[in-house]
């Protein structure tokens, strides 16, 4: 099975600042991946499809972008609600897979 | 408004039965694939099984396979996850998901259901 390795496990920054998480896939996954937020006691959340497609209801602040092995998902300015869990998840291959997650906490 | 919601969870002993139950509404059920997955806890997520729209074709992880069965019955805009021979490693909050449209991609999900398996 594919295996998506996310950095870094814990990225620490401020309100307004910019996050920048990484995923990268064991073996091509060509655009088909997604990026989820959970945040403590909540559902995960679908954000973005097919790599760089916001899902509905998504603000514009969060993008992502990539293909083959190597993901971004982008926060342009973080805001108080956006401190959570965020993990990839690919359907390119079966079975489908998700990264082990990356925490953005308050500094 | 779509919602999914699970329940049948609980506390169970090592070896012994539980069914899930997740009733969905708000969308035209006989449309979408389903999907369960559930996280172990302080754990990432991990997927389990799906069913096709029409319910004829399901699919398992190699760590329930042979133990667990995804259903779904359409009169009652129900989903089911019969789990047998319960371990330890199964306690978990469960999820079930719903597929975008066909995509392989979760857009809807339960709020969870709690199994702890335990002597």
């Known amino acids: 099975e594919i295996v998506l390795t996310q950095s870094p496990v814990t990225q620490s920054l401020s309100p307004g600042e910019r996050a920048t998480l990484s995923c990268r896939a064991s073996?091509?996954?060509?655009?088909?991946l997604a990026w989820y937020q959970q945040k403590p006691g909540q559902a995960p959340r679908l954000l973005i499809y097919d790599a760089s497609n916001r899902a509905t209801g998504i603000p514009a602040r969060f993008s992502g972008s990539g293909s083959g092995t190597d993901f971004t998902l982008t926060i342009s300015s973080l805001e108080p609600e956006d401190f959570a869990v965020y993990y990839c998840?690919?359907?390119?291959?079966?079975?489908?897979?998700f990264g082990q997650g990356t925490k953005v906490e308050v500094k | 408004q779509v919602q999914l919601v699970e329940s049948g969870g609980g506390v169970v002993q090592p070896g012994r039965s539980l069914r899930l139950s997740c009733a969905a509404s708000?969308?035209?059920?006989?449309?979408?694939?389903m999907h369960w997955v559930r996280q172990a806890p302080g754990k990432g997520l991990e997927w389990l099984a799906l069913i096709s729209n029409d319910g004829n074709s399901k699919y398992y992880a190699d760590s329930v396979k042979g133990r667990f069965t995804i259903s779904r019955d359409t009169s009652k805009n129900t989903l089911y996850l019969q789990m047998n021979s319960l371990r330890t490693d199964d306690t978990a909050v469960y999820f079930c998901a719903r597929d975008n449209w066909g995509s392989g991609f979760f857009d809807y999900w339960g709020q969870g259901i709690l199994v702890t398996v335990s002597s």
């Open positions: 708000g969308f035209t059920f006989t449309t979408y694939a």
């Open positions: 073996q091509s996954v060509s655009s088909s």
């Open positions: 998840q690919q359907r390119s291959k079966w079975p489908p897979t």
